[in-house]
């Protein structure tokens, strides 16, 4: 089989070698005498380039089902830019209803942090995808397309929002499904180990499964309190910083320095310094005895009658 760059060479060496100048010249014949040789010649180029045609053939047989393939996605792409922008605003407006209609039918509970308005918005856009989409010739109403899309538009943005696989999801609903049975048939609550046996799962694989089943997605702007009608704040908010300190720690603490501060004023210079030199300077007290040129047994009566004296002031 010859190629088409092939084919369109041979094209042109054939019409190259039938138009050459200087035959007529070199054989000083004119052109009316030429004239039956020209149409002959024709004649055997078109037999010729048959066979090179007859190649081509499967090649472009090959090329329809992928050109058939082509043709729904051409077809609704062209629909979507040759209607209008008023056209679709229209369609929008007129079949608004059936968003609302397919949000009232959703039968799942709602993540903490979407409400029914969240999944309006979210129809709305599956009814716009749904208009640009749409393919007259299929001959399917389009109130029939467009819940499907809205629909399927919703469940889609929902799942992306779900950090759970799932598969984790689905072995939540067994979990939850053969406890429920086995509740009923056993006339009690079946424990943990009983449920993980009935399913066949170990222990470790059973509470992951709980504990992954069970977990939400939570946003930080939610309200704690959502039906106060004061006091109402983000759960971003509540969330303790603990890069921070904390706040009443820090209150306590500058009390207790200030206290301090305030007692130690209320000491002598000799139970100033022998402190300044155990607490902050880190000596022993055998080193400031020699400092303050008193026995070391004299050295821990002044720290002792010191840290009572700061612990009276304190207190008081």
Not at 237 to 261: F, G, K, M, N, Y
Request: aromatic share 6%.
């Amino acid at each position: 089989m010859i190629s088409l760059d092939e084919y369109k060479s041979t094209l042109r060496h054939k019409r190259g070698t039938k138009n050459t100048p200087g035959d007529a010249s070199n054989h000083g014949t004119s052109e009316p005498a030429d004239a039956p040789a020209n149409e002959a010649y024709q004649e055997s180029d078109g037999a010729d380039l048959l066979p090179a045609a007859a190649d081509l053939l499967p090649a472009a047989a090959d090329l329809l089902p992928a050109a058939a393939d082509l043709l729904p996605a051409a077809r609704a792409e062209a629909n979507a830019t040759t209607r209008d922008r008023a056209e679709r605003d229209e369609m929008v407006i007129r079949y608004m209803p059936l968003v609302y209609y397919v949000v009232n039918t959703l039968n799942f509970s709602l993540p903490p942090m979407l409400d029914t308005e969240d999944l309006v918005g979210y129809g709305m856009m599956g009814l716009i995808n749904a208009i640009d989409r749409f393919d007259e010739v299929r001959g399917v109403k389009f109130e029939t397309y467009a819940v499907t899309r809205v629909r399927g538009y919703i469940i889609d943005q929902l799942r992306s929002l779900d950090w759970v696989p799932r598969s984790t999801r689905q072995r939540a609903r067994q979990i939850r499904r053969a406890s429920e049975e086995m509740e009923h048939t056993l006339g009690r609550t079946p424990t943990a180990n009983e449920v993980a046996t009935q399913l066949g799962l170990d222990r470790d694989k059973y509470d992951y499964a709980v504990q992954s089943g069970s977990s939400v997605t939570l946003s930080l702007d939610a309200l704690v309190h959502p039906d106060a009608e004061e006091g109402q704040s983000a759960l971003l908010q509540t969330v303790a910083d603990e890069s921070s300190p904390d706040p009443s720690a820090s209150l306590e603490a500058r009390d207790l320095t200030q206290a301090i501060t305030s007692a130690l004023h209320t000491l002598s210079e000799r139970e100033q310094q022998l402190l300044r030199l155990y607490y902050f300077e880190g000596h022993t007290l055998r080193d400031i005895s020699r400092v303050l040129s008193v026995s070391e047994s004299r050295a821990c009566q002044i720290h002792a009658r010191a840290l009572k004296r700061l612990r009276v002031v304190i207190a008081a």
